[in-house]
């Protein structure tokens, strides 16, 4: 590791890593901060590496405030916790080229992030006599679009504690070294070396069926010392996140699916973030579309916006950890208090609901804090099982395995219906014919879809009785909806373009020239260069010869017309 963090002269920049500097560092993380606390300042940005990479004066406020614990925590120590942080200052270039190609390849709840950075802070405090105020705390922030929470706190875990003891040269080589990574590939197994350690992940793909086990070791002959293989790159541990509210799951699985506001407040940053991320990750495969933010404060730019009671909370989970927030939020509807999490033998003491009046300012006592009313019944055989699990002492990587695999199901269930009632708005195959438009999908008629619930319900599925329909309906005012029907009709329009690109291809163009005028057969030209180019920019479903023979029927056409249109579609 030493020889890692020696300040020998390296050379900064890698010959022929890539095309462009730092662009295979990119792919990965935006950039790398050290945030300190100055006497005179507070919080201050120490450093921002590469030294070129530029975050707003907006930015670099808020990731100052993010990267420290907020209220004044006496414990020593090490912390590492998470945050997501609005993008300010309009669209940024990117050392790393992407033409969308990871978020086309990438499960929706993985993709890479265009308006929000997300922070993972390792942060010390420890007494040190040598600095004025008696301490010495400072946090290491990792600033990535990508959510692999596990990736990075892993990460955090090898180099902070070396940053910690020998500082920035140590920084820049670690920097240099993630520049040599390959690309995050959705579907491959990547073993990425970092300070004497290879790291082992598998990049999660869209194809990979929901709830299969995560990662596969691969190539472990060759690497020596053996790599830390890493089983997810974002999973968390679900069963130690959740343990104080197991009883409630069901109750949190729809107030999130209705994208319901809801306020975590929470003992430490840590557990803040942890149970925001936990309850964003427990509607997977189904994409959490509202705002998160799994550690928030008071000095956020967008506190006013959230603490106002003009207007209704926005449709957000929010983590704080200042007691300040128990009376600037208490208008909102859902307020989770949550305690230290601590792994016992026993099941952990259970949360109660509680009406909302009862939120006390000073002294509130873990809860639920809402008057929600659940549309389906607890689910009581997954807590006896998770109860077995702990009598029997299973391990928690076992538990939360049941508790995601009773939650995606969950989900499945809801969302199974749906998924069959909008696959029948798609038009026939027949109805696409080569020389017309292809026929429009037809509009989602939430009526309609109501009545294939009596035959083709979640009932099918799930063994859960409760108000199905009522939750139906309250879904569709909710932004999940709205961002779940405007990517199935994204893909479906796409799938119909692709339909009618290889009908054309299947088509007898020559028989259709036969007794067409000039106008119509250069129309004709022009709309398929037009679908050309949007199969490629759009990445249509569509094999490439099916692509090659439409550009061989273009110059087919053009071949048949006289010279002089020739000329003129050439140069066009």
């Known amino acids: 590791m030493d020889a890692l963090c020696r300040t020998e002269s390296r050379p900064r920049r890698p010959a022929a890593a890539s095309p462009l500097p730092w662009a295979r560092f990119s792919a990965w993380l935006d950039c790398v901060c050290v945030v300190t606390f100055d006497l005179e300042l507070g919080q201050a940005m120490e450093l921002v590496y590469p030294y070129d990479f530029r975050l707003t004066e ?61 922070g993972y802070v390792y942060f010390r405090q420890v007494k040190d006599s040598s600095m004025k105020r008696g301490y010495f705390q400072k946090s290491l922030v990792l600033v990535s679009r990508l959510p692999y929470v596990n990736l990075f706190q892993s ?45 082992q992940v598998r990049i999660p793909s869209r194809v990979d069926k929901p709830g299969s086990s995560p990662v596969k070791q691969f190539n472990q002959e060759n690497l020596l ?25 069901q109750m949190l699985w729809e107030l999130m699916l209705l994208g319901e506001p809801i306020v975590v407040m929470a003992p430490s940053p840590t557990v803040s973030s942890e149970m925001v991320l936990a309850l964003t990750s427990c509607l997977a495969p189904l994409r959490y579309c509202c705002d998160y933010r799994p550690y928030f404060t008071i000095h956020d730019s967008e506190f006013k916006e959230y603490t106002t009671r003009t207007q209704a909370p926005p449709n ?33 003491k259970q949360v109660k609901v509680k009406k909302l009046a009862k939120l006390k300012t000073l002294d509130t006592k873990p809860g639920i804090y809402t008057s929600y009313k659940t549309s389906l019944h607890k689910d009581k055989t997954l807590i006896k099982r998770l109860l077995k ?13 049941l508790l995601r695999r009773h939650l995606l199901e969950l989900t499945q269930s809801f969302i199974i219906p749906l998924e ?46 409760g108000d199905w329909l009522g939750l139906y309906r309250r879904f569709f005012k909710s932004p999940n909806f709205d961002g779940w029907y405007r990517q199935r009709h994204r893909e479906m329009t796409q799938k119909l373009e692709a339909l009618h690109l290889e009908a054309i291809c299947e088509a007898n163009i020559v028989a259709w020239m036969k007794d067409k005028s000039e106008v119509e057969i250069v129309d004709l030209v022009l709309k398929l260069r037009e679908k050309l180019v949007r199969a490629r920019c759009q990445h249509l479903p569509v094999k490439e010869e099916t692509l090659q023979r439409v550009s061989l029927y273009i110059e087919t056409i053009i071949g048949s017309l006289p010279e002089d249109l020739q000329a003129v579609l050439h140069h066009h």
């Open 58 to 118: 907006k930015e670099k406020t808020s990731i100052c405030y993010l990267s420290f614990p907020d209220s004044y925590s006496g414990g020593l120590g090490d912390t590492q916790f998470s945050f997501r942080l609005r993008q300010s200052g309009g669209q940024r270039t990117t050392h790393y080229e992407d033409d969308g190609e990871y978020n086309r390849e990438a499960p929706l709840t993985l993709q890479r992030e265009s308006a929000h950075y997300f």
């Open 155 to 199: 990460l955090l875990q090898l180099i902070a504690p070396e940053y910690f003891d020998k500082l920035e040269p140590c920084l820049e080589a670690v920097c240099n070294e993630i520049d040599q990574w390959p690309p995050p590939v959705p579907g491959q197994t990547l073993n990425l070396p970092v300070m004497g350690v290879v790291i």
């Open 225 to 249: 010392p053996a790599p830390l293989v890493l089983p997810s790159i974002h999973e968390l541990d679900l069963f130690r996140c959740f343990q104080p509210v197991l009883i409630h799951i």
């Open 316 to 348: 957000i989970v929010v983590g704080v950890t200042n007691p300040f927030f128990i009376k600037t939020l208490q208008h909102w509807p859902h307020i989770l208090r949550v305690g230290e999490l601590k792994m016992s033998g026993d099941l952990p």
């Open 389 to 401: 699990g702990i009598q029997r002492k299973r391990p928690s990587e076992v538990q939360s395995a």
């Open 420 to 465: 069959h009632y909008i696959a029948s708005l798609m038009p026939l195959q027949r109805a696409i014919t080569p020389w017309k438009n292809p026929p429009q999908i037809r509009p989602f008629c939430q009526e309609d879809f109501m009545k294939t619930l009596e035959h083709a319900g979640p009932q099918l599925t799930c063994v859960l009785k």
